[in-house]
């Protein structure tokens, strides 16, 4: 029987990926290169590429050399903006709209008197960044763990909001065992979806090809938090690898199988795709 190859729908580079990814090609075209502050995007293979146009990433703000420098499609805190501009450099703002819509809810809750809970990974910089437009009157956390603390008493009025990468089910329980857990008499919760649209999309298409083949590859890279969701859902149900590249699909994996399904993350590049898609083909017809 012929190896069957299904690739997810809507895979590339999601909406704010390709954004940032375009304000920057432009940039560099027109300054000659340009840093930026952290990674862009978490995938090796497309900083690489990048790299060779002259764009440069600047580990912290110690860091930066010139007087330009873009923020990632993570986003960074309003303060560190501050320390950015007080430092005479310029800004690139290449932070992506629905990472951007999740610090505006943070800021708006935490004016509005509410204590901030990001459900998500807290050393992520897209969470620390949102925890600083909360004026860091706020919490991150993947597993509410700060809820029964001894001794520990939470506000009266408190907001929930997602990193914008999570897994809505997981989202969806969090909340649930806040409210179970936490809430007490007079308490406030407001709770916000800051769920990429995009990502939940990606996430429900993996899942529809994984419940019906035998084997899962998931394309991105290894620091990626959105991938590594792709990854744990997937597994869930079959025999899932990440892979960075095609050179790291292994023949034995092959073996027995009749479908295999492809996905990739928000920042995994067309061509990376188009090349794991080549690599399986070529090993089925060995």
Not at 108 to 113: I, P, V
Not at 120 to 143: C, F, Q, Y
């Amino acid at each position: 029987m012929a190896l069957k190859i299904e690739k997810a729908a809507g895979i590339g580079f999601c909406f704010g990926v390709k954004r940032a990814i375009d304000i920057l090609e432009k940039v560099a075209r027109e300054r000659g290169g340009v840093e930026t502050l952290g990674a862009v995007v978490h995938n090796q293979q497309v900083l690489q590429r990048l790299a060779e146009i002259g764009i440069r990433v600047a580990k912290d703000v110690d860091d930066i050399q010139g007087n330009i420098v873009a923020i990632s499609s993570h986003g960074v805190s309003p303060q560190l903006e501050e320390e950015l501009r007080a430092r005479h450099i310029e800004i690139v703002n290449t932070t992506c709209p629905f990472v951007h819509r999740a610090q505006i809810t943070a800021r708006r809750l935490a004016e509005s008197g509410f204590f901030v809970v990001v459900y998500g990974d807290a050393n992520h910089p897209e969470v620390t960044g949102i925890l600083g437009w909360a004026n860091n009157r706020g919490i991150a956390t993947s597993n509410g763990e700060f809820m029964t603390r001894p001794g520990h008493q939470l506000p009266r009025r408190i907001g929930i909001l997602s990193q914008t990468t999570q897994i809505p089910a997981h989202f969806t329980g969090f909340v649930k065992n806040f409210i179970d857990s936490a809430l007490t008499k007079d308490s406030e919760l407001r709770i916000i979806d800051t769920i990429c649209h995009d990502i939940r999309l990606r996430q429900a298409a993996a899942l529809k090809i994984a419940n019906r083949v035998g084997l899962m590859l998931v394309i991105g890279g290894r620091n990626s938090a959105n991938t590594s969701h792709l990854v744990e859902l997937c597994s869930a149900v079959t025999t899932t690898y990440l892979i960075e590249t095609a050179d790291e699909i292994q023949s034995s994996w092959l073996q027995g199988q009749s479908r295999i399904g492809v996905t990739a993350g928000a920042s995994t590049a067309e061509q990376t795709i188009d090349e794991v898609l080549t690599r399986l083909k070529t090993m089925a017809q060995i």
